[in-house]
């Protein structure tokens, strides 16, 4: 029987350590290449950096989360301020055109208030009072608002249901008459009489468009009690710009 030969060179595979003796190690060289850290961010691998890797190990890698955008974020400015241009732009001419016979929803200006229509409304008419009186811009807001407060706790007290919003927006809104007439008193200023005629047209024009909004069928026959309030209203509105 024969004694068994040497085993087997092994080979190792890639992966493997492989000893050598000291004498050999003089004739190798090479290099360890960096480990290839990745992150999984949504089924996509993403290689991360040294920083990056830095900061995770340290426990900041809450500085490197990025939030989802919001759609809400995304908003144009005009919906983010709740402004709704075309709602303005029917409104106002459900004010101007008061008659029923039209076929306009008027009740939009009351059931669905806004202040910013309002408020432009009452801007705009504070300019064109400007000239040679700059003091009665404020005056006239706080007319506005005050005024406005007035109707509705004289509203309230004579049972009706409306609220304070749609009091402020139905007064604002209906200033557009006297902004109308206002520049035809520019031109027929010097004629007394078609002057007066005009300033009771413009006020009767508002007090309607306000008064058949807020005046509704619960005050019955206290309609007048309301309207006439209203129709005072107009009427100082107006002496503020005429400057009487």
């Known amino acids: 029987m024969q004694p068994p030969g040497p085993p087997p060179a092994y080979s190792p595979t890639n992966g493997d350590f492989t000893f050598v003796s000291s004498a050999d190690a003089e004739d190798l060289s090479g290099s360890i290449a960096s480990p290839d850290v990745k992150l999984n961010l949504g089924g996509d691998f993403i290689k991360e950096s040294t920083a990056t890797t830095f900061l995770r190990q340290r426990g900041y890698g809450w500085l490197l ?15 983010e301020l709740d402004i709704d241009l075309k709602d303005i732009y029917y409104k106002i001419r459900c004010v101007l055109m008061p008659m029923p016979s039209l076929g306009f929803n008027r009740q939009v200006v009351r059931d669905n208030p806004d202040f910013w229509g309002p408020l432009a409304v009452v801007l705009f008419f504070s300019m064109i009072s400007l000239y040679g009186q700059f003091r009665v811009v404020s005056w006239i807001i706080t007319i506005w608002i005050f005024g406005s407060l007035t109707i509705f706790l004289l509203a309230r007290v004579l049972g009706g249901e409306v609220a ?16 109308v007439i206002a520049p035809v008193l520019l031109v027929v200023g010097s004629f007394e009489v ?3 005629l005009l300033k009771l047209f413009g006020v009767f024009w508002a007090a309607y468009s306000a008064a058949s909004l807020l005046v509704g069928e619960e005050f019955k026959t206290k309609k007048p009690l309301l309207i006439y309030p209203i129709f005072l209203l107009y009427i100082y509105f107006l002496s503020l710009y005429t400057g009487v």
């Open 164 to 179: 304070y919003g749609q009091v402020l927006g139905v007064i604002g809104y209906s200033l557009l008459p006297l902004i």
């Open 65 to 79: 989360e990025v939030e989802d955008d919001d759609p809400e974020d995304n908003k144009p400015l005009l919906e």
């Open 194 to 196: 078609v002057s007066t």
